[in-house]
């Protein structure tokens, strides 16, 4: 048997949707980048969203719009994919590390407080797993302390804080939409944010800091035909996204709920059939919040060996992730909880795609250790 970790779903839809675009003679950023804007700010309840190729990127550009100064302190969490905190090193900004919730893999917001100095110029955190941070709790320190927020949201399309989609809330929200991801483009990415002095300068960023794409200069409709007119203010990114993964995504967006709780019937029953097992801890959800489940994430006493076993056996399950703290570019930091948390953490299977068969089959080896 052979069960892959993660595997999109992709529907004939897209592959319909795509060929369009091929034929229809404009595939780079386009009608259907916009349209595509439009969809997804809907789904998430933001009033504002700009689509990028990636969520590297996103996270880029939310902290260039925020103009903090040369070597400002961004608090962050280790346990995170790298893009999120090589996103601040671009910046020539200054990462401190904050511990996290051990029973979730999320940040912490009394770690948040602790670090937080006269030089810190915004705090970043990201939605382990799909699973949303305590958004109340940090929100409320930002704004006692007038500091921005930038969420990686690269894992939580579709989830939910206290009823309020993620994406909906104030600051910057990035998304990713890669091919592994509960919304794919096949590669793309997206901001969210409710300040509308954003939007102009996040839109000429993507594109070399043009104030007009070639969209908007060869097929919408131009003033005096003048298409070869435009200006750059300021250095910008090649960060646009292309009409090819937008109609992707906008063949997969009206599936994204239906994908999402099958996720979350998977992780129902990892949760059913792993309950109580020796030496396996399976993660806090809390009641107040809905998960995407992008990744199912337990801590295991005996880790490696269990993750040799289930590779022998044909089961993609890996590790997520290597604190990034310990990576040379960093200084590392006194983190009890997630030196214990990255110690222990392996994932599971997780896609839509999954059998119930093939989930019992992954539970069975877990249970025998």
Known sequence: MQVNLFRPKVREHAVTAVAEVL????????????EFERAFATYAGAPHCVALNNCTSALHLALRVL???PGAEVVTTAVTFIATNLAIVYEHLTPVFADINPATGNIDPQSIAARLTPHTGAIMIMHYGGNP???????????????????????????????RPIGSHDSLQAFSFDPTKNLTCGEGGALTFRNPDFEARLRRLRYLGMDRDNYSRFRAPTTNGRTWDYHVSEPGFRYHMSDIHAAIGLAQLPFLTEDNYRRAEIADRYRAGLHGVPGITLLVRDADRESSNFMFCLLCETRDELLEKLAAHGVGASVHFRRNDEFPMFERQDLPNAAAFCSRVMTLPMHPGLTDEEVDFVIRLVREG
């Open 67 to 69: 103009d903090l100064p």
């Open 133 to 163: 941070c305590d958004l109340d709790e940090i929100y409320t320190l930002a704004q006692q302390h007038s500091l921005p927020v930038v969420e990686d949201c690269a894992h939580a399309a579709g989830a939910r804080y206290r009823s």
């Open 23 to 34: 034929r229809s003679g404009w595939i780079g950023m386009g009608a259907r980048t916009q």
